[in-house]
C-alpha cells in the first residue's frame, strides 16, 4: 500500500517555473516506478513523465520534453517534476502514480497507486 501525495502547483505566467513534489509513504518507494501525469479541462489524463525505481530511466512526452525534468530522491520518498518554459497548454491538474511493472509506463492501467492531484495553471 502507497500513499502519494502531491504538491507545487500553483497559479503562474508562461515562461515561469514550478517543482512539483510527490511525497510517498511508507518504507518501499524505492521498490516503484513512478510516474507523471495530467489531465486538462475537457481532456484525457495524459502521460508526462516516468522515472524508474533507480532513477536510470527517464521517458517524457512529446509535449514536455526539453522542458520538463523528472527525478527521485528515495531517500526522501519523494518524486519530482520540474517544469520550466511553462505555457498556457500545460494547465492541467497533475497526478504523480506508482507502478510495480517497469516498462510501458506511460500508460496509466499499469499505475496501481495514484495521489490525488495538484492544480497547475499557466496564464497567457
Known amino acids: 500500500q502507497v500513499h502519494l501525495v502531491e504538491s507545487g502547483g500553483g497559479l503562474v505566467q508562461a515562461g515561469d517555473s514550478l517543482r512539483l513534489s510527490c511525497a510517498a509513504s511508507?518504507?518501499?518507494?524505492?521498490?516503484?516506478?513512478m510516474g507523471w501525469f495530467r489531465q486538462a479541462p475537457g481532456k484525457e489524463r495524459e502521460f508526462v513523465a516516468a522515472?524508474?525505481?533507480?532513477?536510470?530511466?527517464?521517458a517524457y512526452s512529446d509535449s514536455v520534453k526539453g522542458r520538463f525534468i523528472v527525478s527521485r530522491d528515495n531517500a526522501k520518498n519523494t518524486v519530482y517534476l520540474q517544469m520550466n518554459s511553462l505555457k498556457p497548454e500545460d494547465t492541467a491538474v497533475y497526478y504523480c502514480?506508482?507502478?510495480?511493472?517497469?516498462?510501458?509506463?506511460?500508460?496509466?492501467?499499469?499505475?496501481?497507486?495514484w495521489g490525488q492531484g495538484t492544480q497547475v495553471t499557466v496564464s497567457s
Open positions: 522515472i524508474s525505481w533507480s532513477g536510470e530511466d527517464t
Open positions: 511508507g518504507r518501499t518507494f524505492s521498490s516503484f516506478s
Open positions: 502514480a506508482a507502478a510495480t511493472l517497469t516498462s510501458e509506463l506511460a500508460y496509466g492501467h499499469v499505475y496501481n497507486y
